[in-house]
């Protein structure tokens, strides 16, 4: 058997891989989390549970609906990408405003519409739980908007601390409830028959399901990379994060494009919850164990920055990899400890402009 | 103060005001800055707002677009009442805006900065026309925003609104702090656009560049106008404008 450095070469490039795996979800979620809080200024802390609401969607698709994997790529982002432009429209953005009106009438709807179809009409069993909560959040949003005319936001920013509570808050309200329906044991979802087996490269072996994750990785963020640096699109999402006073008096609808801004971001959470849901199994608490790494490659990449996400997301992953191979005790802390020192030697992060 | 009765001995040529403000109070915060100001445009005309350092000028621009918030009064643009409108709104209409600070964003190339503000009405100037009358622009268009210098990020400034069909410009402070060549080149700039129609209300401290350009001139002191000078008059008015300026 080969040997570089005295490790076998399969161990090797096994963890190489894995690492780039790893490094495919933080690449896309930090991503996210740049894009998020380069417009709106706040740090989204429900990222995790968006990537996990994105993996149950696949579930739900393929057992009640009998949708599979491919349908969920597409259907799953867009669907909790909605959820996320009703959480903006009514809570986040409101956080902003003097009147909380329409917050009240949404958080009031949302929660006796759920209570009316979780008991009055017998929706009891787990499995109809988030659906009672989805119609819940729906109806919310709906009379929260027919009573309450739009309220023009985006005037400042809020400070970071209410925008992190809020969101932090609602990571948690969003996991206890899918663990009161589905326990936190993880439910199995399989693999696309069109992505089974493997390669076999002689130095290792790669199953064709990982490395369709790390194309697909890959291209979604280099996409979401041109789109904002490239497009005219992209020079008003600049445009408005450096100056959204200036940008909305030049005609820019701002407030709508912090929305989609935000249900795009919460898309791509999504996105990777269902390119998760083969690998690891749909559960509960998939987005808390993984969050905190990925706010650990945001910070090391510099808060906001797209190019820093990217780039930082699949270098921690191969670099978590190796320490695997080299030093497996330090493999689960080498990342926080990489976040220190660029703490102490750039605090604005490798790709950050300093402020 | 009889303000109406300034504001009714106006627009000398034009016939109905284009722009007509009445009673503009605004705040920043707690901070009454404006108390009562009262001016009209006329179409095709160029305004200036005079007055010294902290008496309302940039706050009565800001106002009018919109990005001040807390407002109250009366602004009438071509019929409508915007005292109500988010300033994305009001741009809509056709008023383009040209900050003090020029608000050239450093994350967007020249070109990006150029082409920023959407078309809000058919006819605004084409980019050909443009690069005649900023011919520095077209050399440096993939250059960073602000990469440019002052004079060049004033002309890309006040270029980028050209373009979007907007008839009504507010120009604040065109010329602080360039080099004399630049001013006299924003200067032609001015000129040019009225005659291609566009109705201006520029904010100055250099009333001997206001004077070169504008048909009239309005005298804001603490948050009100206090006084009206027709550019014909302004040679019998010199006395009266020193005092109000204070040089």
């Known amino acids: 058997m080969t040997t570089i450095l005295g490790v076998p070469t399969a161990a090797l490039f096994g963890q190489l891989l894995l690492g780039l795996i790893n490094g495919s979800f933080y690449a896309i979620l930090s991503l996210g989390l740049a894009v998020i809080f380069g417009l709106l200024n706040i740090i989204n802390f429900t990222h995790g549970a968006q990537y996990m609401m994105g993996a149950f969607v696949a579930w739900m698709l393929l057992n009640w609906a009998g949708l599979g994997y491919w349908w969920a790529l597409l259907i799953a982002p867009i669907a909790v990408g909605i959820t996320g432009v009703i959480l903006e429209r009514n809570l986040i953005s409101q956080l902003a405003s003097n009147d909380k009106i329409r917050s009240l009438l949404f958080v009031i709807s949302a929660i006796l519409t759920f209570l009316l179809c979780y008991v009055g009409i017998g929706w009891s069993e787990g499995t109809s739980l988030a659906a009672a909560l989805l119609v819940g959040a729906v109806f919310g949003a709906v009379w929260a908007h027919v009573a309450r005319e739009r309220i023009s936001t985006a005037e400042g920013h809020v400070d970071h601390l209410y925008g992190l509570l809020l969101t932090f808050g609602l990571a948690l309200i969003i996991q206890g409830l899918f663990r009161n329906a589905y326990g936190s044991s993880g439910l199995p979802y399989q693999i696309p028959r069109e992505l089974t087996g493997g390669q076999n490269f002689g130095f290792m072996f790669m199953p064709n399901y990982r490395g369709w994750v790390v194309v697909a990785s890959l291209v979604v963020c280099l996409a979401t990379w041109f789109v904002i640096e490239k497009t005219r699109l992209g020079a008003y999402l600049r445009a408005a994060t450096e100056n959204p006073t200036l940008t909305q008096a030049f005609g820019i609808n701002v407030p709508r494009l912090v929305t989609i801004t935000y249900g795009f971001g919460v898309g791509l959470a999504a996105l990777a919850g269902v390119l998760a849901a083969p690998i690891y199994s749909v559960n509960p608490n998939m987005g808390a164990d993984l969050i905190i790494v990925v706010f650990a490659v945001v910070v090391i990449g510099g808060m906001g920055s797209i190019l820093g996400s990217i780039v930082t997301g699949f270098g921690l992953g191969l670099i978590e990899g190796l320490t695997k191979v080299f030093y497996p005790e330090a493999s689960s802390t080498v990342i926080f400890i990489i976040m220190a020192i660029v703490l102490l030697i750039k605090p604005a992060g490798l790709f950050g402009r300093a402020a | ?247």
């Open chain 2, 1 to 247: 103060m009889a303000e109406a009765a300034l504001a009714t001995r106006a627009p000398a040529a034009a016939g109905a005001a284009l722009l007509s403000v009445r009673g503009l109070e605004a705040w920043y915060g707690e901070s009454h800055v404006l108390h009562g100001i009262s001016f009209d445009v006329g179409e095709g005309e160029v305004v200036t707002l005079l007055g010294r350092n902290g008496a309302g000028k940039t706050t009565t621009l800001k106002s009018i677009i919109g990005i001040l918030q807390k407002r109250r009064g009366s602004i009438v643009f071509e019929g409508v009442e915007t005292i109500r409108m988010p300033s994305r709104q009001i741009a809509r209409l056709g008023i383009g805006y040209v900050p003090e600070e020029r608000g050239i964003f450093s994350s967007l190339s020249v070109e990006e900065n150029l082409f920023l503000p959407p078309q809000v009405r058919p006819g605004g100037l084409p980019v050909e026309r443009i690069f005649e009358l900023f011919p520095n622009l077209r050399e440096r268009l993939s250059s960073q925003g602000t990469k440019l210098s002052g004079g060049e990020q004033q002309m890309l400034s006040i270029a980028r609104i050209l373009r979007t069909g907007a008839r009504m410009l507010l120009l604040d402070e065109p010329t602080e702090g360039l080099a004399p060549v630049i001013v006299e080149q924003i200067g032609r700039t001015i000129a040019e656009l009225k005659k291609q129609g566009f109705t201006i209300i520029l904010v100055e401290q250099n009333f001997r560049f206001a004077s070169t350009v504008a048909d009239r001139h309005y005298v804001v002191e603490q948050g009100r106008v206090v006084d009206m000078i027709l550019n014909s008059e302004l040679d019998q008015n010199v006395d009266k404008l020193h005092a109000y300026l204070g040089v």
